[in-house]
T-cell receptor, first 116, second 111 residues
């Protein structure tokens, strides 16, 4: 009954590496989101997408880029990983319009990324 | 800028206690407020609130929204160790189509 899948649960990368985090949803949601979660700071929005090939910057896009070539897949790219990008990364998806029965976001299980 | 504040940020109680978690917000054209529970992985949905004064209830958990005073509370009665988690509050307004999250309240329930 998996609905939002993130490709890796734990990841360790070296400074300067290019890192790809993948997220796939099977609910035909229009919207997809990437957040990072840090203690005391909560969830902060990195990028989001309303449609295929469309992307919008969130609150903290610096050092990240995204790709949405297909509706079900939203990739987060760290162009050159740095130690301050060590964090928990959460992908989420939702329908395009909020409805009483769609319960907002569905989250993936998260990827804990450590950059050394 | 939309903003969500939660209090307390951390709370330690013993099994059987009742707790109240707070969420206040400032958002343009408020549409809904959601509560999530996050244990060690993905946040899971608890409640969606859109109307003032209508309590939503699920077992020992309940929540209510006050749109005049711009806050919501989440109550947990007869707490159990399985209630230990981070509780997230998120608010949806007309700015974009994404929710704004608060920092979360970390609840620890001791046996």
């Amino acid at each position: 009954d998996v609905k939002v899948t993130q490709s890796s649960r734990y990841l360790v990368k070296r400074t300067g590496e290019k890192v790809f985090l993948e997220c796939v949803q099977d609910m035909d949601h229009e919207n997809m989101f990437w957040y990072r979660q840090d203690p005391g700071l909560g969830l902060r929005l990195i990028y989001f997408s309303y449609d295929v090939k469309m992307k919008e910057k969130g609150d903290i896009p610096e050092g990240y880029s995204v790709s949405r070539e297909k509706k079900e897949r939203f990739s987060l790219i760290l162009e050159s990983a740095s130690t301050n990008q060590t964090s928990m990364y959460l992908c989420a998806s939702s329908f395009g319009r909020l409805r009483d029965d769609n319960y907002g976001y569905t989250f993936g299980s998260g990827t804990r990324l450590t950059v050394v | 800028e939309d903003k969500v504040v939660q209090s307390p940020l951390s709370l330690v109680v013993h099994e059987g206690d009742t707790v109240t978690l707070n969420c206040s917000y400032e958002v343009t054209n408020f549409r809904s407020l959601l509560w999530y529970k996050q244990e060690k992985k993905a946040p899971t949905f608890l409640f969606m609130l859109t109307s003032s004064g209508i309590e939503k209830k699920s077992g020992r958990l309940s929540s209510i929204l006050d749109k005049k005073e711009l806050f919501s509370i989440l109550n947990i009665t007869a707490t159990q160790t399985g209630d230990s988690a981070v509780y997230l509050c998120a608010v949806y307004g007309n700015y974009g189509q994404n929710f704004v999250f608060g920092p979360g309240t970390r609840l620890s329930v001791l046996p």
